[in-house]
């Protein structure tokens, strides 16, 4: 008796489970929609704390879109090439760092908050990632590469 007790728990949990990811996933879908038109290639999986990413590629660039339960967007991610570089970030960086040279993005959007460019620029040397947003630039890593 026990055992049918406990396996119909279980059962009962992860069907509320599948229950609350569908519909944490239905909630998102509209509002994915509206911001990034019909994405039909994404791959859409639950993280924790209940909320709902979607990923997916529209030629060379990657986007990872992060929704809550209730389907309000979160964040997104994008990344490229960084020939994709808006131009006014590139002319700061070049002006600020022109011994290297940049090479690939990751763009953060928040809701309600300046864009964030994450990145990475390398020489020879070294590999920089920096951090630029609103005409300010923050060295986030150096590192070094090995001779």
């Known amino acids: ?11 009962a949990a992860t069907l509320f489970a599948c ?3 569908v519909q944490a996933q239905s909630h998102a879908l509209p509002r994915l929609v509206a911001m990034y038109g019909n994405v039909t290639n994404a791959t859409v999986s639950e993280q924790a704390g209940n909320t ?3 990923q997916w590629k529209e030629g060379g660039t990657s986007y990872r879109a992060l929704f ?3 389907g309000e967007w979160m964040n997104t991610i994008i990344s490229y090439e960084a020939s994709q570089l808006p131009g006014a970030i590139r002319s700061s960086l070049q002006a600020a760092w022109s011994e290297y040279k940049p090479v690939y993005v990751d763009e953060l959007r928040f809701a309600n908050q300046p864009t964030v460019y994450r990145v990475q620029l390398e ?3 070294d590999l920089l990632i920096l951090q630029v947003s609103d005409e300010t630039i923050v060295k986030e890593r150096l590192l070094h590469k090995k001779p």
Request: charged share 15%; aromatic share 18%.
């Open 1 to 11: 008796m026990k055992k049918i007790l406990f396996s119909t728990a279980v059962v």
């Open 19 to 21: 229950f609350t990811s």
């Open 52 to 54: 709902v990413l979607f």
């Open 68 to 70: 809550n339960k209730t």
């Open 123 to 125: 020489n020879p040397w």
